[in-house]
């Protein structure tokens, strides 16, 4: 299983960016997956997540109202809608997929990862 991130970039506050992580290998309806982000000097935060079902998402707090991940089956790829990005999302986002019905707060208990891209608001 492979999965390849992208989407990233420079975008000002307020702006919108749709980060993307193509499946290869399974299908992304297999497995409950998560974005994570992670900025300097920081560990590594789930950020949203969904089920194997896709019909469950959870979100942290700082950006419930603002983010939506969602899977598209069709495309076996999972999306992470960003809307109203502000500087503190400012930081290289993961996406990643779990063996499991349930998704999980903790990075070490997923066993795919995508390579990361690039997310810079500026102020």
């Known amino acids: 299983v492979q999965l390849q991130a992208s989407g990233g970039g420079l975008v000002q506050t307020g702006d919108s960016l749709r980060l993307s992580c193509a499946a290869s290998?399974?299908?992304?309806?297999?497995?409950?997956m998560g974005w994570f982000r992670q900025a300097p000097g920081k560990e590594r935060e789930l950020v949203a997540s969904?089920?194997?079902?896709?019909?469950?998402?959870n979100y942290t707090e700082a950006v419930k109202g603002r983010f939506t991940i969602f899977k598209n089956a069709a495309k076996n790829t999972v999306y992470l809608q960003m809307n109203f990005l502000k500087p503190e999302d400012t930081a290289i986002y993961y996406c990643?997929?779990?063996?499991?019905?349930?998704?999980?707060?903790?990075?070490?208990?997923?066993?795919?990862w995508g390579q990361g891209t690039l997310v810079t608001v500026s102020s």
């Open positions: 290998g399974r299908t992304v309806s297999s497995f409950a």
């Open positions: 990643a997929a779990r063996n499991g019905l349930a998704p999980s707060t903790r990075p070490d208990e997923y066993t795919y």
């Open positions: 969904v089920y194997w079902s896709g019909d469950l998402t």
